[in-house]
């Protein structure tokens, strides 16, 4: 039995947490308190899974100019990232950042090309959330892709980071 846990963290206020280990998977919605991230939850999230391994390895996107967004959430997003990568610092926790294109390239291998219209109108992009979608329920039918009981609707942050953290378990990280 291999004691490597691989960590996958999709950065964000409506992100998540996941961790990989074995054939088991966990999830975590990310910790807030009203409409901010609970750092000491998420701390607390970070410390009880890597405690669990020997060999923990946490994967979270390298954050870049996300198209639209406001400065607020810019800096929210990166206040974040940063929080998680002191964490593993201070923690000694090994951990990757990878750029979104590289972990989706990996993890929608076989996943047919789907576009959707532009917020212009103008353009159609790349639908990344679909993809995930379709990648996460072919690789792992059974997972809950919810957080609660009554929720429908899967769960964009959980669904990214159980990818990266496959990813991270695919690269041997």
Same mark, same amino acid.
Request: hydrophobic fraction near 40%.
């Given at each position: ?7 996958? &963290? ?8 996941? !961790?990989?280990?074995?054939? +088991?998977? *966990? ?9 901010? &991230? ?42 974040? !990232? ?17 750029? *979104? ?12 090309? &789907?576009? +959707? ?12 959330? *679909?993809?995930?979608?379709? *990648? ?14 009554? !929720?429908? +609707? ?20």
């Amino acid at each position: 039995m291999n004691n490597k846990i691989y960590v996958g &963290i999709d950065i964000g206020k409506e992100g998540a947490i996941a !961790a990989i280990h074995d054939e +088991k998977i *966990a999830t975590w919605p990310m910790p807030k308190i009203k409409t901010e &991230i609970d750092y000491h939850e998420l701390s607390s999230i970070l410390s009880r899974i890597c405690s669990d391994s020997e060999k923990p390895h946490i994967v979270f996107e390298k954050l870049g100019v996300i198209f639209g967004s406001s400065k607020q959430t810019a800096f929210s997003m990166g206040n974040q !990232a940063g929080a998680v990568e002191m964490k593993c610092i201070c923690q000694g926790i090994p951990y990757t950042k990878v750029n *979104a294109k590289d972990w989706q390239k990996i993890m929608f291998q076989g996943v047919e090309e &789907i576009s +959707k219209s532009s917020k212009t109108g103008k353009t159609s992009v790349r639908d990344t959330k *679909a993809m995930a979608l379709i *990648a996460i329920k072919r690789l792992f039918p059974d997972l809950k892709l919810t957080f609660g009981e009554k !929720a429908t +609707k899967p769960h964009d942050g959980l669904i990214d980071a159980v990818l990266m953290a496959e990813y991270g378990r695919r690269n041997n990280l």
